[in-house]
């Protein structure tokens, strides 16, 4: 069986990756954010496995196709039997990018500048 994991990074789909490499066969050629599929690759591995008697080997792949200045191929996964796109809410996207952006920020050291930008946060909850 062929698997591919469609989304955006920070949206779930490295937990379910490995969820569900947990279950499937030690065998499993695993792709971690490739930027596209590799046929002749496949078709090595299968080659293989069929002269040493064993089945072909199942995949599993995790691509984050909509990178902004390197996207990934996801038209060379269109023959995975199985394709799931995990979609996360917009909102929930520009929440975690302002609270993760303080981390990267040029005042995440300077605990006066963190505690206001903080405080702002809890007037605009409020």
Do not use: W
């Amino acid at each position: 069986m062929r698997i591919v994991i469609f989304g955006l990074a920070r949206s779930g789909t490295t937990a379910l990756f490995y969820k569900i490499k947990n279950s499937l066969p030690p065998q499993t050629l695993c792709l971690f954010e490739p930027r596209s599929f590799d046929r002749q690759n496949l078709r090595k591995r299968k080659l293989r496995a069929f002269l040493t008697g064993q089945r072909q080997p199942d995949v599993l792949a995790k691509v984050l196709p909509f990178r902004p200045h390197d996207p990934g191929d996801a038209e060379s996964f269109s023959d995975f039997e199985k394709q799931i796109l995990i979609v996360r809410d917009p909102r929930d996207r520009l929440i975690s990018r302002l609270l993760y952006g303080v981390y990267h920020s040029t005042f995440y050291h300077l605990n006066h500048a963190v505690s206001a930008f903080v405080q702002e946060l809890k007037n605009k909850e409020a």
